[in-house]
């Protein structure tokens, strides 16, 4: 075979095989922020649950919104919406952890939101807040790698 050839096959052989791993956490059924309303946070600054009478789904997770308006403002960007690091608790990822959450232990910082695991554990994730979102930015890729799917 010749170089070309050989080289083709190669590309082909590995755009097939690399898939990005993700890291998600959701319910049993599937639902992210456990069925928590995400565009809430921003628009309402409050955590909100979300209704099964709007709902849509992004890579294998369940989002509920309370209103046809926030799912509408989520279908249109959701990035913009999505909980850092997977929905896990920002403070456990800073440890190098995947921690579940309370959807009601929030904050919104330079327009991302960020779940934890306890009111308490905001307070102590907010005792260092660049320092600990530094160590969890750090901290995500592998956590990914190693638990991802």
């Keep these: 075979m010749n170089k070309l050839l050989l080289a083709a096959l190669a590309c082909v052989f590995l755009s097939g095989s690399i898939e ?10 599937g639902a992210a922020v456990k069925g928590y309303d995400p565009v809430a946070y921003f628009t309402d600054n409050k955590a909100v649950e979300g209704s099964s ?9 369940a989002y509920y919104f309370a209103s046809k308006e926030h799912k509408e403002l989520f279908d249109a960007d959701p990035a913009k919406y999505l909980p850092q690091f997977g929905g896990y608790c920002a403070y456990g990822v800073s440890i190098n952890k995947a921690v579940n959450i309370d959807p009601t232990a929030f904050q919104v910082i ?8 306890s009111k308490d ?9 660049a320092g600990n979102l530094q160590k969890a930015q750090s901290n995500w890729p592998a956590l990914v790698e190693s638990q991802g799917k």
């Design 53 to 61: 009478d709007f709902k849509s789904e992004l890579n294998g997770a």
């Design 110 to 117: 330079d327009g991302k939101l960020y779940l934890q695991y």
């Design 20 to 29: 990005a791993k993700e890291l998600l956490n959701t319910t049993w059924t």
């Design 121 to 129: 554990i905001l307070a102590k994730f907010n005792q260092d807040q």
